[in-house]
């Protein structure tokens, strides 16, 4: 999700050339964050998808098992706080998606119930005017998750709803 597989080489080789700097920087930050405790707190919305770049960027298993923390403790509660829900769940998407290879079975199955959970959870708690600047919170959760469990054996007929509602509303609310 948001990058593929032949454009993560050349971020490779760019955080080894031009982007050194600032990789450098991105790294010193994501190892300063490991030993933060996992929490369903707004701060998850950043920890997540940083471990997951790492993970991404230099395939070290540390980033993507620190992700996983976040992710597990997703799959065992409910975030309490519905702002909190809508940012966290694009950020465990996006992780869960970047750190895939890692991932057993079992996780793959746990992670994606708890994004899910999650999604139904921010379905029931919000519905505003689709013409506000609520939309993208509110929908937007169901399409990351969509697309990032779009590969799943499991849960085929919830993913397919979620993208098929995201295209949907894209159609209906993005113009060319």
């Not at 790294?27 to 964050?33: I, L």
């Not at 920890?47 to 996983?68: G, N, V, W």
């Not at 829900?85 to 465990?92: F, K, Q, T, W």
């Not at 849960?155 to 509602?165: A, N």
Request: hydrophobic residues 35%.
């Amino acid at each position: 999700m948001l990058v593929t597989q032949d454009e993560i080489q050349t971020l490779r080789d760019k955080c080894q050339g031009p982007g050194r700097t600032m990789f450098e920087a991105m790294k010193k930050r994501a190892d300063g964050m490991m030993g933060i405790k996992a929490a369903l707190d707004n701060n998850g919305r950043h920890y997540l998808p940083t471990y997951a770049a790492m993970y991404l960027i230099t395939s070290e298993q540390r980033y993507a098992d620190k992700a996983k923390q976040w992710l597990d403790l997703l799959s065992e509660q409910t975030i309490e706080n519905s702002w909190t829900c809508l940012e966290y769940i694009p950020a465990a998407a996006v992780a869960y998606d970047w750190i895939y290879p890692t991932l057993t079975q079992d996780e793959r199955e746990r992670f994606a119930d708890g994004m899910i959970r999650q999604v139904t959870r921010i379905k029931k708690l919000w519905r505003h005017s689709d013409y506000n600047n609520h939309f993208l919170l509110e929908h937007m959760s169901e399409l990351h998750v969509g697309l990032a469990l779009a590969h799943e054996d499991h849960h085929q007929e919830v993913y397919r709803t979620y993208l098929s509602e995201g295209e949907t509303w894209l159609k209906q609310h993005v113009t060319a």
